[in-house]
């Protein structure tokens, strides 16, 4: 009989991730969460809420995409697999500027992470093809999580798709193009999918069966929990024997907590 | 994905360590095969497309010849992306009588120098296995160059050369990390024998490393039916 190695506990904070398509609430329903929280984690802000004035690598990077786009508010500039990898090392950047606070025990929040590079790039790889973007999402995923630990928990916030897009064009004050409005909601569906995909990992909040109210319940409760049973983490580039990226500790032969 | 027809032209890469003579030989031997041939320029030197200069840029601002930020990983990806917008380009393109593509650097270089910088930066990682890692991920998302000519010198000379390109003494430290680069190449090129071709032009004069490529091409298109299409990613 093959001995199953146990992963390590560790002392590092929770990763947490909220996705979902832009209009859902995402923002506007963690924000309330945090509010009613005694200890607040680190808030990662999404690209959407962020300045061009930053001076460090991820918002050079940023502003790269930015300016190839010419404006597109999907950060489409023609080559979406480039883009894709352009925007997986931003969210490897921001893992790097949050990993001392992780390492000293504080919870990240990140506002949109991988998984929404993943989604949106592979719906602008195969827009008219479901099953094609389901299998490259999963993909960009699978090479994200070879540069980038996932996080401990993603929570996807996901409504009616046209409820979002109103609330998006209220919200931006806009009126999205059809073509637009057709990427959103395919996003929106491969969300799901991708979700369904990692049962472990994703929590579901469906604005379409609960209120506002409850929803920002579940988000504060499921952020708050993330934390139980943390094991250590390595890079997953320098292979499963590899120290703990956070707490230092070697992972060779690791078995139970101490 | 990127996902050339049968009738592509021959991708031919052309690599080694700073101060080789890379540049020279590719341009060289892409301005003797006139229409027949397409230059893919260094990553460095694509001033005129917005993303790729814009990521440049972002990489140098440290001033490093290595574009080291102190966020190697960071940096790995970034340049997978730009190798990658360099085939969504081409693929965009009519390539109607071009025999061969000759790319001055590509995936190879992304992995050979970023697994040198990442465990130099993470002793106790093997560099082996790291530039392996980025290659398979190279190989899966933008393919590899059907052909690799890996011209190879004596290091000391080429690291004078690149200091004197860059109009600066390189470092120890530098020193030691192109000699580093120059192993790995040597180890990816073993392999995978039937991609790479090893030029040795340590003792030959610019003209000659171009004679030398551009005879290594001729051969390469003469052979071509024989060749395997490297480049198609898996899915």
Request: charged share 25%; net charge negative; aromatic share 4%.
């Amino acid at each position: 009989m093959t001995a199953i190695p146990e992963l390590r506990r560790c002392t590092r904070g929770a990763l947490t991730s909220v996705e979902g398509v832009t209009g859902v609430g995402k923002t506007y329903l963690t924000r309330h969460a945090i509010d009613l929280m005694d200890t607040k984690p680190l808030l990662l802000e999404e690209f959407s809420a962020r300045t061009d004035t930053q001076p460090d690598l991820g918002a050079a990077l940023l502003r790269a995409l930015r300016e190839a786009s010419a404006g597109d508010p999907f950060l489409r500039g023609g080559t979406p697999l480039a883009e894709a990898l352009v925007l997986l090392a931003i969210k490897r950047h921001d893992l790097d500027c949050v990993i001392p606070e992780l390492a000293g025990g504080r919870p990240v929040l990140e506002g949109r992470g991988v998984d929404s590079t993943a989604v949106c790039q592979a719906v602008l790889l195969h827009p008219d093809d479901p099953d094609a973007a389901l299998v490259t999402a999963t993909a960009l995923l699978s090479l994200a999580a070879s540069y980038r630990s996932l996080p401990d928990r993603t929570i996807l916030v996901t409504d009616d798709p046209h409820r979002a897009i109103t609330r998006a064009q209220r919200r931006d004050r806009c009126v999205f193009t059809a073509e637009q409005a057709t990427f959103m909601r395919s996003v929106c569906a491969l969300f799901e999918q991708v979700a369904a995909t990692d049962p472990a990992r994703y929590r579901v909040v469906d604005r379409r069966t609960l209120g506002e109210h409850h929803a920002t319940q579940l988000i504060g409760s499921l952020i708050q929990n993330t934390d139980a049973g943390l094991t250590c983490v390595s890079e997953p580039w320098q292979g499963p024997e590899a120290a703990c990226m956070y707490c230092g500790r070697p992972q060779h032969r690791a078995l139970t907590s101490d | 994905m990127i996902k050339p027809t049968g009738a592509d032209p021959l991708w031919v890469s052309v690599e080694g360590i700073n101060g080789v003579g890379k540049t020279s030989a590719a341009h060289g031997t892409a301005a003797l095969l006139g229409t027949r041939g397409v230059l893919l320029d260094e990553l460095t030197d694509q001033v005129n497309d917005v993303l790729l200069s814009r990521v440049i840029a972002a990489l140098s601002s440290a001033g490093d010849p290595f574009l080291r930020t102190g966020h190697p990983v960071v940096e790995t990806l970034a340049l997978l992306a730009l190798q990658v917008r360099k085939s969504e380009r081409l693929a965009g393109q009519s390539l109607a009588g071009v025999d061969v593509i000759i790319e001055d650097r590509g995936v190879d270089s992304v992995a050979v120098y970023q697994a040198a910088v990442l465990c130099s930066e993470h002793p106790g990682t093997r560099p082996e296995q790291v530039a392996r890692h980025i290659l398979a991920d190279a190989r899966r998302w933008r393919g590899v160059p059907d052909k690799t000519l890996l011209l190879t010198g004596d290091p000391e000379v080429c690291i004078q050369r690149f200091g004197a390109r860059i109009q600066r003494p390189l470092a120890a430290e530098h020193a030691h990390l192109i000699s580093e680069i120059d192993r790995l190449y040597r180890v990816l090129a073993e392999d995978d024998p039937d991609r790479y071709m090893i030029l040795d032009v340590a003792d030959l004069s610019p003209q000659e490393s171009v004679d030398v490529v551009r005879q290594s091409v001729t051969r390469l298109l003469e052979r071509r039916p024989h060749i395997p299409a490297m480049r198609r990613p898996s899915a």
